[in-house]
């Protein structure tokens, strides 16, 4: 069945570089997208960006050139990785799968994850 | 950027009752507008996409409608199970952006 499963840690300090992976089942990255989505606690979505099945990315330009997404396809993983980290990037983030027009379908459960200064 | 602008951003109501959301785009969205459902501390369910269409397994009193840059989700005859967090998407263009979100609590 599909899963999809974020891992990264818990706390990451301030300044520091984020890495998330997101370890995929039941589907191929070359044949759908994957996209990353933040929640700050307590507040709303945020639409981070995207890998495309092409092996192509899209970002949010709030992220401007902090944010990066890649991905190993023959261990069915796609990588976020975010450096400057502050405060405000406090949030759990999801990643979820997506394909040609239609909308983000199956969604991790998330890792939260803690900027400490 | 299409920015989704969400209203309420609360709303309280009883087992029974019918609500409505309703989700404002910037620009014509051409029906690409999608619904999702929010339990806390869990992921975000798909609820309904391309403005209408009911994700399989969701609840027929659970309906969308809308077109250009005005939508709406629509749930009648409210279960307890049914209090939640609500967000639009524009589904259209990248950046993939979400309303702010509605609270729907139990009055």
């Known amino acids: 069945q599909v899963q999809l499963k974020e891992t990264g840690p818990d706390l990451v300090q301030l300044t520091q570089t984020l890495s998330i992976t997101c370890t995929v089942s039941?589907?191929?990255?070359?044949?759908?997208?994957v996209h990353w989505v933040r929640q700050p606690p307590g507040k709303g979505l945020e639409w981070m960006g995207a890998?495309?099945?092409?092996?192509?990315?899209d970002y949010n330009s709030a992220f401007k050139s902090r944010l990066s997404i890649s991905r190993d396809t023959s261990k069915s993983q796609v990588f976020l990785k975010m450096n400057s980290l502050q405060t405000d990037d406090t949030a759990k983030y999801f990643c979820?799968?997506?394909?040609?027009?239609?909308?983000?379908?199956?969604w991790g459960q998330g890792v939260m994850v803690t900027v400490s200064s | 950027d299409i920015q989704m602008t969400q209203s309420p951003t609360s709303l309280a109501a009883s087992v029974g009752e019918s609500v409505t959301i309703t989700c404002l785009a910037s620009?014509?969205?051409?029906?690409?507008l999608v619904w999702y459902q929010q339990k806390p501390g869990k992921s975000p369910q798909l609820l309904i996409y391309?403005?209408?269409i009911l994700e399989d397994g969701i609840p027929s009193r659970f309906s969308g409608s809308g077109s250009d840059t005005q939508y709406s989700l629509k749930i009648n005859s409210l279960q307890p199970e049914d209090f939640a967090s609500y967000y639009c998407?524009?589904?259209?263009?990248?950046?993939?952006?979400f309303g702010a979100g509605t609270k729907l609590e139990l009055k």
């Open positions: 620009e014509d969205i051409y029906g690409s």
């Open positions: 039941g589907f191929s990255l070359t044949t759908y997208n």
């Open positions: 979820a799968r997506h394909y040609d027009n239609n909308p983000f379908d199956y």
């Open positions: 998407q524009n589904g259209l263009s990248t950046p993939y952006t």
């Open positions: 890998m495309w099945n092409g092996g192509g990315t």
């Open positions: 391309g403005a209408t």
